[in-house]
């Protein structure tokens, strides 16, 4: 089945994500990688879990281009919640599982280095903006959010066709 350019990219950020293991050299095992579904808010999420979450795209007309056919641009934010839930009996510091998971997450999707932009040509450029933490209902720290903002382009006709 063919996706468009839009969905193979969040696809390839799952897939990306999915690689944080202490196997390949990262500091922690990532448990699951997911993306919502309608009910999401009511699923359940687990330690060292992420969540990417695909927020509203905007236009990026300044980097659309002529043609036949034209190509639109986009640029497509990506919340990544990084889930931090510790055990009762687990004494290390919230901040220092935060920062690692952090870290771990922004090496592997920066990972092959001159290219890691381009989503496999997919996208035009990418980036990795301010992480903010969240908290639970009690006010407890439940882990942090990487926005990936990831810039593209597609045939004004076809959304399913990299331009």
């Known amino acids: 089945m063919a996706y468009p350019v839009v969905e193979q990219i969040a696809q390839a950020i799952v897939a990306r994500i999915g690689g944080v293991t202490k196997a390949a050299g990262y500091s922690l095992d990532i448990g699951s990688v997911r993306r919502p579904t309608q009910r999401w808010q009511l699923e359940h ?4 879990d992420a969540i990417i979450v695909q927020d509203d795209r905007s236009r990026l007309a300044e980097s659309d281009l002529q043609g036949n056919p034209p190509a639109i641009a986009w640029v497509q934010p990506f919340d990544i919640m990084l889930i931090v839930r510790q055990g009762d009996t687990d004494s290390t510091p919230i901040d220092q599982l935060i920062n690692q998971f952090e870290a771990d997450v922004a090496k592997c999707i920066t990972t092959p ?22 908290t639970n209902d009690d006010g407890s720290i439940e882990g942090v ?10 045939s004004e006709f076809d959304p399913y066709t990299v331009r």
Do not use: K
């Open 45 to 48: 999420f687990d330690h060292l």
């Open 113 to 134: 280095n001159a290219t890691w932009h381009s989503w496999g040509g997919l996208a035009i450029n990418s980036e990795l903006s301010d992480p903010a933490s969240f």
């Open 145 to 154: 959010a990487m926005r990936l903002n990831v810039h593209y382009r597609h």
